[in-house]
Antibody, heavy 121, light 107 residues
Framework: QITLKESGPTMVKPTQTLTLTCTFSGFSLSTHGVGVGWIRQSPGKALEWLALIYWDDDKRYSPSLKTRLTITQDTSEKKVVLTMTNMDPVDTATYYC?????????????WGPGTVVIVSS | EVVLTQSPDFQSVTPKEKVTITCRASQSIGAGLHWYQQKPHQSPKLLIKYASQSFSGVPSRFSGSGSGTDFTLTINGLEAEDGATYFCYQSSTLPWTFGQGTKLEIK
């Protein structure tokens, strides 16, 4: 059974760096084709894909946020970490991590419950 | 970037009705289109993958069709529990993108 859960600060100040952790179980990030991604959703708005890391440590980023994002994995700890620099109030959103497997669905098929991040001074 | 445009944005429907939601891509994405259901205060749940394949455990009243630029999600025999927002998502071309969502209200 695949599960994921996001954790991190609920509130950050403008210009600060946000660090979010995705802790997962039920799969291995060492398995060929597997990836873990981050998606966010601003209040009342659509979903926005941010970043993804693959089993082979290959990484993909949204071009609009690439300069601010870093995604890393700790395979032994079954965690994926996303950092986002220079936070702004427009980054206020619910942040989700999700599982993806190339060739099986190519969609994010299992999601965490999400963590709310508010950017405010 | 591939822009996905859903229609309608909102629909009020009665149980047992047949509902159709469309998603149009700004360029051809083959079958790399997927559908999600999101209820308030919950994370999205995958319904349909690769345009027409049902994801495991999804009720058979949900179906998808289309390829290229035009896609459809159909709910046959709407149930009260289907009140939610539905999103399409494309995995064909980076950056991966989502539609703006279609909110279904059950009368």
């Amino acid at each position: 059974q695949i599960t994921l859960k996001e954790s991190g600060p609920t509130m950050v100040k403008p210009t600060q760096t946000l660090t979010l952790t995705c802790t997962f179980s039920g799969f291995s990030l060492s398995t060929h084709g597997v990836g873990v991604g981050w998606i966010r959703q601003s209040p009342g708005k659509a979903l926005e894909w941010l970043a993804l890391i693959y089993w082979d440590d290959d990484k993909r980023y949204s071009p609009s946020l690439k300069t601010r994002l870093t995604i890393t994995q700790d395979t032994s700890e079954k965690k994926v970490v996303l950092t986002m620099t220079n936070m702004d109030p427009v980054d206020t959103a619910t942040y989700y991590c999700a599982h993806r497997r190339i060739g099986e669905s190519d969609a994010f098929d299992f999601w965490g419950p999400g963590t709310v991040v508010i950017v405010s001074s | 970037e591939v822009v996905l445009t859903q229609s309608p944005d909102f629909q009020s429907v009665t149980p047992k009705e047949k509902v159709t939601i469309t998603c149009r891509a700004s360029q051809s994405i083959g079958a790399g289109l997927h559908w999600y259901q999101q209820k308030p205060h919950q994370s999205p749940k995958l319904l349909i993958k690769y345009a027409s394949q049902s994801f495991s455990g999804v009720p058979s009243r949900f179906s998808g069709s289309g390829s290229g630029t035009d896609f459809t999600l159909t709910i046959n025999g709407l149930e009260a529990e289907d009140g939610a927002t539905y999103f399409c998502y494309q995995s064909s071309t980076l950056p991966w993108t989502f539609g703006q969502g279609t909110k279904l209200e059950i009368k």
